[in-house]
Every structure is written in C-alpha cells, then in structure tokens.
C-alpha cells in the first residue's frame, strides 16, 4: 500500500472508487447513483488541490485506489491556519492501517503547510471513524443534532479538530 498525492491522470480511478464507496456505506455524504461527478470536473478538482496549497491523498494498492483523504485549506487570510477534513476508506480494506497512514501524512502536510488546526464532521454512529480519529489527536468539539437524513432517519454528527501548537503567521 502507498500513500500519494493524487494526480491528475488518477481521476477516473479516483471516481470509480468514489462511486464504489458510495454503494458501500452509509456514512459517506452521497448515496448510491446521487454522484455526477464528470472526468473532467474530477480532473479539474485534483488539478485545483494540488494548486490551492489543499490536500488530495490516495491509498494505492496495486494499481486501485481504495482510499483517500482531502484537507481544504480556509480560503480567506482568517481561516488559512485550518483545513477540513473527508477521508473514506473501501470496506475490504479497512482494518488494515491505510486510516492511520492517511492521517500520519496528513500531519506531515500540516506542519509543512503552517496549519494549525484540523477539522471534520462524522456521523455519531460510526464509532470506527471516531476512535480512529481520537487515536490520530482528535477531540469532539461538540454536536450538529439532525445534521443528515440516512433512510428516513436523522442522524447526529461529531464536530472534531486536532490542533496543533500555534506557529507564527504573518
């Protein structure tokens, strides 16, 4: 297994295991079918991390991409110290250190990037996700109560963050 940045020429793989993870899990943001992501919106959107000073990691196996992370940096000068994070994982490999290398090389860009705190949102329910993150530095900084509607049901989700010792910005 490696952990990259994604490239450009890595789109279409890239949306494949997308809309395979949307089959897979409820915990992700799109249901199954709802994405209609194109290549090139894809290609773009990489093209766009990868200038933005943001995060697009892949997890590769072989030649499949089976996981993957973003950290959108703040655009304006007052939230660039942060980033939001979605990571997703395919289910026949989760268990299996690809969320732990993820988050390693995303602490690595942080304190290259001068960012000092990390965000995300996840679905109370998915106790993995949150233990992973508690063990990567996370804390629950509170609750968004009927956040999201999954089959019918609202469901409650965590705000997390990591942050990191403050840095000197200009």
Not at 37 to 66: C, H, P, W, Y
Not at 104 to 109: C, E, N
Not at 113 to 134: C, W
């Given at each position: 297994?490696?952990?990259?940045?994604?490239?450009?020429?890595?789109?279409?793989?890239?949306?494949?295991?997308?809309?395979?993870?949307?089959?897979?899990?409820?915990?992700?943001?799109?249901?199954?079918?709802?994405?209609?992501?194109?290549?090139?919106?894809?290609?773009?959107?990489?093209?766009?991390?990868?200038?933005?000073?943001?995060?697009?990691?892949?997890?590769?196996?072989?030649?499949?991409?089976?996981?993957?992370?973003?950290?959108?940096?703040?655009?304006?000068?007052?939230?660039?110290?942060?980033?939001?994070?979605?990571?997703?994982?395919?289910?026949?490999?989760?268990?299996?250190?690809?969320?732990?290398?993820?988050?390693?090389?995303?602490?690595?860009?942080?304190?290259?990037?001068?960012?000092?705190?990390?965000?995300?949102?996840?679905?109370?329910?998915?106790?993995?996700?949150?233990?992973?993150?508690?063990?990567?530095?996370?804390?629950?900084?509170?609750?968004?109560?009927?956040?999201?509607?999954?089959?019918?049901?609202?469901?409650?989700?965590?705000?997390m963050a990591k942050l990191f010792s403050e840095r000197n910005h200009?």
């Amino acid at each position: 297994m490696v952990i990259r940045k994604m490239e450009v020429s890595d789109a279409g793989r890239f949306l494949d295991m997308l809309r395979k993870l949307d089959t897979e899990t409820k915990f992700m943001m799109y249901e199954p079918g709802e994405r209609k992501t194109t290549l090139g919106e894809m290609q773009d959107r990489i093209k766009s991390f990868n200038e933005e000073n943001s995060l697009l990691l892949a997890a590769v196996v072989g030649e499949e991409i089976v996981g993957f992370l973003t950290a959108e940096r703040g655009f304006a000068n007052r939230v660039k110290h942060s980033a939001y994070i979605v990571a997703g994982i395919l289910s026949g490999h989760q268990g299996k250190g690809i969320g732990k290398s993820l988050f390693a090389a995303l602490d690595k860009w942080a304190e290259s990037s001068g960012i000092t705190r990390l965000e995300l949102t996840v679905m109370k329910h998915n106790e993995s996700a949150v233990s992973l993150y508690k063990k990567m530095g996370f804390v629950i900084e509170g609750e968004k109560p009927n956040s999201l509607i999954v089959d019918g049901q609202y469901i409650d989700e965590y705000y997390m963050a990591k942050l990191f010792s403050e840095r000197n910005h200009e």
